[in-house]
């Protein structure tokens, strides 16, 4: 009880505590201790996302480097990746210079 008297006088006294009671020390140490934990994985998580995002680039600089393979192979680099199926491009018809309207006027 003489702890909580003396409090009680420091109050009326106008005297104001210099620390914070043990509990709420240790609450807010449990904190602080959670924030710097969940801030060390969000950090590992970035690196991990990071080098996820470096490998997937180097994945793709292979496919365009392959892609430019097949085109220079076969001339399209349209394949059907389930059976690999080449799709050549359809040619355009070659245009009758008579359908056109234009006809041979050297007669």
């Known amino acids: ?29 449990s904190s602080i201790k959670t924030i710097d934990q969940l801030t060390h994985e969000v950090g590992t998580i970035e690196i991990r996302k990071h080098a996820l995002m470096k490998a997937m680039e180097a994945v793709q600089q292979r496919i365009e480097t392959f892609r430019n393979e097949l085109h220079n192979k076969y001339g399209t680099d349209n ?29």
């Open 79 to 107: 394949i059907t990746i389930s059976d690999g199926t080449i799709n050549y491009p359809e040619e355009a018809p070659k245009p009758n210079p008579e359908e056109n309207g234009e006809v041979n006027k050297e007669d």
């Open 1 to 29: 009880m003489a702890k909580n008297t003396s409090k009680k006088i420091k109050e009326l006294k106008g005297i104001k505590p210099e620390k914070v009671d043990e509990q709420e020390l240790a609450r807010m140490q």
